[in-house]
């Protein structure tokens, strides 16, 4: 299929978003709540973009909306840059002390919100949905989730109690788009914060630096079974360590099988 991306023709390919194809054309979108690792949501609504067919024009999520033939995109009109500013505008209003969204919106010529503060807000979090979606299709534990309405919204675990299924993976953490999630290493335990999730630190087997989370590296084993590495309880550096002693010890007995074939 073919698109026209500012003026510029692309090729898309089926499956594809409007997001993925406007990107490869060199296009600069805004997109928080966007990531590869999960079902795209539309949630932060940044990524908006003009879309032309048979004449008729709209404003869409380039992020969730399906690439198609014959699609005419505008990603930097008038009419985008004001919605993405107001849009901004209300990120900031629901986490005002964000040093990301404000970068962004200097990016964008926008200071401070119009809009009042809501108070509710806690941490930096501006509801984008990517720690639910990944924490549920991705890691399977549904460890956080929405709770409440409007300006009462926010994540949080269910029945507002430390959740049991949490694993200490941080792949929340590691979504975020604003560093609202964080892990904490204290004493024994690894801590999501702001969730309150607090499961058994692992450390390395051999020197003692913490490598994650115990519940973790249980899961790991077990899925991957006899495939699992036996390095797999160790730090980056011990594994490189005994990786590297073992391909020597795999070099030195090559050069020796060579020598008595010789």
Same mark, same amino acid.
């Given at each position: 299929m073919q698109l026209t991306v500012d003026g510029v023709t692309v090729e898309g390919y089926a499956g594809e978003t409007v997001l993925a194809v406007a990107r490869r054309a060199g296009a600069e979108i805004p997109a928080l709540c966007s990531h590869a690792a999960v079902t795209p949501y539309g949630a932060c609504r940044l990524c908006m973009v003009e879309v032309k067919r048979n004449g008729r024009s709209r404003m869409v999520a380039s992020c969730s909306y399906p690439a198609e033939d014959g699609l005419t995109v505008l990603t930097h009109t008038?009419?985008? $840059? #004001?919605?993405?500013?107001?849009?901004?505008?209300?990120?900031?209003?629901?986490?005002?002390?964000?040093?990301?969204l404000r970068a962004l919106g200097a990016s964008m010529g926008v200071g401070e919100p119009r809009f009042p503060t809501i108070g509710q807000a806690e941490g930096g979090c501006i509801l984008c949905g990517l720690c639910v979606a990944v924490c549920r299709d991705v890691i399977h534990a549904s460890s956080v989730s929405f709770a409440n309405r409007g300006v009462d919204r926010a994540l949080t675990t269910p029945f507002l109690e430390p959740s049991e299924e949490c694993i200490g993976c941080g792949?929340?953490?590691?979504?975020?788009?604003?560093?609202?999630i964080e892990t904490r290493?204290?004493?024994? %335990?690894?801590?999501?914060?702001?969730?309150?999730? #607090?499961?058994?630190?692992?450390?390395?087997? %051999?020197?003692?630096?913490?490598?994650?989370?115990?519940?973790?590296?249980? #899961?790991? $084993?077990?899925?991957?079974g006899d495939r699992s590495s036996p390095t797999v309880g160790l730090c980056i550096d011990c594994k490189q360590r005994q990786t590297g002693a073992r391909a020597w010890k795999i070099a030195r007995?090559?050069?020796?099988?060579?020598?008595?074939?010789?």
């Open positions: 008038e009419r985008v $840059q #004001r919605a993405r500013r107001g849009v901004v505008e209300l990120l900031m209003a629901r986490a005002p002390e964000s040093k990301e792949a929340c953490a590691a979504v975020c788009p604003v560093g609202a290493v204290s004493g024994d %335990e690894i801590e999501i914060a702001p969730f309150g999730n #607090r499961v058994r630190l692992a450390r390395c087997a %051999e020197c003692g630096t913490p490598i994650g989370s115990v519940p973790l590296g249980e #899961r790991v $084993q077990r899925e991957l007995l090559g050069v020796g099988a060579a020598g008595l074939r010789g």
